[in-house]
């Protein structure tokens, strides 16, 4: 039966257009954008997953620069450290050259003096957008991740760098480290054996000066890394040896005793003193002008370079640490996007095979829909 008033066939024709019309604009979409889920509207689980994941991205792009900050920060003080220890390593050359009594030592206390300046030049200008590392004895945190758990919780991580307080100036003095008996006969030069004892007692930091004087000279030895008071009492033993005429020196544990057999003076002070905690302080005592200063800073540089050694290898290992953070967040970063690309990303090939087909099938279907809009032209033919 054919009506005038229904055309099912156009109205068959004119659905099926608007099916193809609706498919075609999801594909351009798709061509235009890239995405075949560019908003939520399109899968609104798998947008959220992949916004989620995008400002991961974003914010790890913010930690990457944050670690190529910190990077160059370590950088710098590594450095400064590994200029300062070759300052010292000069410095050493010229302590053994004043070991000898037939040179002039007031000249190479003024070459020391000058070196010593440096060091300080170069430990205040150590400076990276501020920041020094090698003053001071707090630590800093270089933002390193961000941490996702499964309940959508994030947390930040950071790495830690400690500061390699290596200035010649500044810590914190400490008056007495040890104490000294010193009995008075010892003093008197009657030539009767005496003896005197020093002991070492609180706890050892590296970079501390021990300070024992005999009249007007002093003997010092400097602490190093792991040393206990018993490696303070044999370094200071070993140093002060056989300087002080007739006095022979030993060491027990913490124990330094000193025993005087013949009829110098001796005058040993009352106390193991201790000028700073500062990395580096002691340089600044380095005096080779006497024969006693000269074979205390011969002791003591070894003492200076492994504080500069320990300062270049530990920020070598931070930087090492830094730089292979920086790697992982890089290639993580690419993995999150890979992963991104290939939950919304559009297959462009076959958008490509699928705009062809729908744009052949919408010219169909406009045929289509032509063909039945002129079927009720033929109704007219009835009432001719």
């Not at 200029?83 to 410095?91: A, C, H, I, K, R």
């Not at 544990?253 to 700073?276: Q, R």
């Amino acid at each position: 039966m054919s009506s005038l008033l229904t055309n099912e066939s156009s109205m068959v024709a004119l659905t099926t257009l608007r099916q193809i019309n609706k498919d075609l604009s999801m594909v351009q979409q798709e061509v235009s954008t890239g995405k075949s889920v560019s908003n939520a509207r399109d899968n609104a689980a798998i947008w959220a997953v992949s916004t989620v994941m995008q400002a991961d991205v974003d914010s790890f792009a913010a930690i990457s620069d944050s670690l190529s900050l910190g990077s160059s920060t370590v950088a710098v003080a590594r450095g400064a450290a590994e200029q300062v220890t070759s300052l010292l390593q000069e410095m050493k050359n010229l302590i053994v050259a004043a070991q000898e009594d037939n040179v002039d030592r007031a000249k190479i206390q003024t070459d020391v003096t000058e070196l010593t300046n440096q060091i300080t030049t170069i430990v205040e200008s150590a400076q990276f957008n501020g920041l020094n590392l090698l003053q001071g004895s707090d630590s800093i945190d270089i933002l390193a991740s961000l941490n996702r758990a499964a309940d959508g919780t994030v947390t930040a991580s950071d790495i830690s760098i400690a500061k390699q307080d290596i200035s010649v100036t500044g810590g914190t003095a400490i008056t007495a480290t040890g104490t000294i008996t010193d009995p008075a006969n010892m003093a008197d030069g009657s030539g009767t054996p005496t003896t005197a004892t020093a002991v070492i007692g609180g706890t050892v930091i590296a970079g501390e000066t021990y300070n024992i004087t005999n009249g007007s000279d002093t003997y010092y030895y400097v602490a190093r890394e792991g040393d206990a008071t018993a490696d303070v009492a044999a370094g200071l033993a070993a140093v002060i040896g056989s300087s002080i005429q007739d006095v022979a020196v030993s060491v027990s544990a913490s124990t330094i005793t000193f025993t005087n057999s013949g009829s110098t003076a001796v005058d040993l002070g009352s106390s193991v003193a201790n000028s700073s905690t500062a990395g580096l302080a002691a340089v600044a005592n380095i005096d080779v002008t006497t024969s006693a200063g000269a074979s205390s800073a011969l002791s003591a540089v070894e003492g200076f370079i492994q504080v500069g050694i320990d300062a270049a290898a530990a920020f070598g290992s931070s930087q090492k640490r830094i730089d292979i953070q920086n790697e992982f967040v890089n290639t993580l970063t690419d993995s999150m996007k890979l992963g991104i690309g290939a939950l919304t990303d559009a297959d462009m090939e076959e958008a490509s095979a699928r705009l062809q087909s729908l744009q052949v099938q919408q010219q169909l279907g406009v045929q289509a829909l032509a063909i039945a809009n002129q079927r009720p032209q033929v109704l007219l033919g009835l009432f001719q």
